[in-house]
């Protein structure tokens, strides 16, 4: 067994064991006399999520490093795509008294690998739970020949030192505020793997957007 | 909202098979399947009892863990279920796996799950997916009861139809359509559909699609042109490594070839096949080290796979022989026996590399009493020998000096494959491996015109109308060669022709039954055999 096999084996275990976690905490929910630690519920279960994002972009990571990961494009439906992300989450958010909503033309489709896209949309709306005040919202479009993939909010926004900057920040692991730009790293990652006639996919970090906080843009070519 | 309640109910109506090694898991996912409203759930802890739960009966979805611990895996389970037909028309396979990373796709496997599910997933989620596969699945139906029957140009021509109607979800149907077309042998339609869908986006699996086309259509340079940059552009798409490595191979650059299935077996190295494939390849280029490694890991991905075959025992004896450890091939030989216990191929390999060891330990007499145990043993087969083994057989003889037996059987192998350029290649090989005096192309070209000449001969009597004459012609020359499949076809063919002017005879029925039985169970997916099939059914309609 090398490394990796060690590694892939391990995350296996850790995930089914947060899974477990987070089924068992999204059924006290349903229980009646949970009241009072709803609070304290609902962070165990956003910090469990966050657990098993980060596992799963460690691992995916890992494998890129190694030439192990090429993105499998095919053609799918955002709508289709949001519709699930929004089924995923959906628990998190109501429980955080935030509204998680997706917009975009039902027959819009693009070409993307489904399962690595995934990967970023559910770690950007991870995070964007944290910073939201009351809505968080998944939008998609064509610009200029990509697919735009958004996730916005109505929070404070990015700080200033990582807006921008589109590809130019982050190149490397940076540690701000006590935390680690890992996912913003991942989706610049899985990005770049979309490549489509010369054309490379990339990222963008802004403020403002539709609902004024952060605003967050997964281009496709 | 109507239509989404009524597919709902479909989905409690079903029956499932949930297959997870963690008893909580299974409780867990068996628990989200009730809160759906579905009753009939039967719960499996590893691979082993997954099969024989699928055994008893027929589910219409199997939710199966990727990872079961020791024993099978999901992938070992989902080939199994599929390859020995124990889940049928219209059910359903969904791998659950704990990375969102597709890797296990992209190797080389024969058969892929209908959909993946990521672990954690909601209950919501698992209602949406179900529902969403459902739906398109009835879609499709009528194409995969085409497809299972092995009806490709049907299936090709019913995916046109939704092509023409549906606004939804174009480019899954034709990624199937261009699939269908590529095993049907409509070459030319089928990189239609690719170039088209390239010219739309870059897509790797329509990269994968025109190489296979250029390589099925015999343009192996441009072939290796497409699979290099796809590998370079997708260094993750170990599909693109198999067929560049299968192009390379044709070429006759079989060195570079290993080297790039290698790269392959570092990205991915729990495909079966793969190894297999790498194995034969080393053995070939002499390399013992690499074809013992190769195959010692097949044969352990073996003992839980439905593609264990004594050809991986026997190459990895001949692979410790190679490296000078005779004693030890034996030794694996013994295990084959004992692992295939009973079965003609398993003796026949046996008897064949025992003969090898013993030759190269200088043992004569032992040697040339293994071939004459091979011989027989492979002429108790019978007539459906498969042309591999006569190839084994050749080259054993070859090696063992028996130049003439080995001349008789190469001869044998050419007659009943004249048509098929692959098993010709390999003949050539083989004659330059074993230093025969003889020259590989006319040798080859010699026998080939002989039988092209033939069935000529026959077809023009046919058209001629002297049908007496061109059955006798065909049925002697498949007495000859009953292997081989144009003139097993010609002769179904020419016999349909005879019983339209004089009427069925049931001698003849019998006979046409035969002949494309016996093209049926050697190469059930050829297109000419579907054509002479439908003429069949025809005449027996107009009979009636």
Known sequence: MNFADVMASSIHDMKNSLWMVINTLESLDDVPGTELGRDQLCLLRQEAKRLNTNLIELLTLYKMENGRVSADVRESYLSEFFEERVLENEASARALGIALDWECDPDLHGFFDEGLVMGVVNSLIGNGLRYARSRLMLSGGEEDGFLAIRVEDDGEGFPEAMLDSGDAAGQGIEWLQGRTHLGIYFARMVAGLHSNKGLKGRIHIGNGGSLGGGSFTILLP | ?544
């Open chain 2, 1 to 544: 909202m109507e239509s989404v309640n009524f597919r709902r109910h479909e989905i409690e109506s079903k029956s499932f098979l949930v297959v997870d090694d963690f008893g909580d898991m299974r409780s867990m996912i068996k628990g989200m399947l009730a809160t759906i409203g579905v009753t009939d759930i039967d719960l499996a802890a590893n691979g082993a009892d997954a099969v024989t739960a699928m055994e008893k009966r027929r589910y219409d979805i199997v939710l199966c863990d990727y990872n079961l611990g020791a024993g099978k895996n999901g992938q070992q389970v989902l080939e199994e279920a599929r390859h020995r037909e124990l889940i049928g028309l219209g059910s359903m396979f969904i791998m659950v796996t704990a990375e969102n990373t597709r890797e296990i796709v992209m190797s080389a496997v024969e058969y892929e799950p209908d959909a993946y599910l990521t672990k954690p997933f909601t209950k919501d989620l698992l209602r949406s997916r179900l529902v969403r596969l459902a739906g398109k699945q009835k879609d499709l139906e009528d194409v995969e009861h085409a497809v299972r029957s092995k009806e490709f140009e049907k299936a090709v021509e019913l995916l046109d139809e939704k092509l023409a109607v549906q606004t939804r979800n174009l480019g899954e149907l034709t990624k199937l359509k261009a699939e269908f077309c590529l095993r049907a042998g409509s070459h030319d339609k089928a990189e239609a559909v690719y170039r088209e869908a390239l010219s739309r986006h870059d897509l790797p699996w329509a990269r994968l699609g025109l190489g296979r086309v250029l390589y099925a259509t015999g343009r192996l340079d441009e072939a290796k042109m497409v699979f290099d940059e796809l590998s370079r552009d997708n260094p993750g798409f170990t599909a693109a490594y198999d067929w560049l490595a299968r192009t390379l191979r044709s070429m006759n650059r079989h060195r570079d070839a290993q080297a790039t299935l290698q790269k392959a077996v570092e990205l991915s190295p729990q495909a079966i096949l793969r190894q297999k494939a790498l194995g034969q390849l080393a053995l070939h280029n002499e390399d013992h080290d690499t074809a013992e490694r190769a195959l010692s890991h097949a044969v352990k991905l073996g003992h839980h796979s439905v593609y264990k075959e004594p050809l991986l025992y026997a190459g990895l004896a001949r692979a410790k022989a190679g490296k000078g450890a005779g004693e030890q091939g034996l030794k694996i030989l013994a295990e084959m026996e004992k692992v295939f216990r009973g079965q003609p191929t398993s003796a026949l390999y046996s008897a064949m590399v025992e003969g090898e060891i013993h030759s190269a330990a200088g043992r004569t007499q032992e040697a040339e009493d293994c071939l004459v145990r091979a011989g027989e043993l492979y002429r108790a087969i019978g007539d459906e020998v498969p042309a591999h083994l006569t190839l084994e057989l050749a080259r054993t003889s070859g090696k063992l000096g028996n130049h003439e037996q080995a001349k008789a059987l190469l001869k044998d192998a050419v007659r009943n494959n004249h048509a098929e350029t692959e098993l010709l290649r390999e003949v050539g090989d083989l004659v330059r491996d074993l230093n025969m005096d003889i020259d590989p192309e006319s040798f080859i070209g010699d026998i080939r015109k002989e039988i092209v000449h033939l069935n000529n001969r026959g077809v023009q009597m046919a058209r001629a109308g002297r049908l007496q004459e061109a059955v006798g012609l065909f049925e002697e020359a498949a007495a000859a060669m009953p292997g081989n499949k144009v003139v097993n076809l010609n002769c179904a063919r020419v016999l349909i022709m005879s019983m339209r002017e004089t009427g069925l005879n049931r001698a003849h029925l019998e006979k046409v039954h035969e002949f494309l039985n016996r093209v049926q169970r050697a190469d059930p997916e050829n297109p000419q055999l579907r054509r002479v099939q439908n003429m069949y059914q025809q005449l027996v309609k107009e009979s009636a």
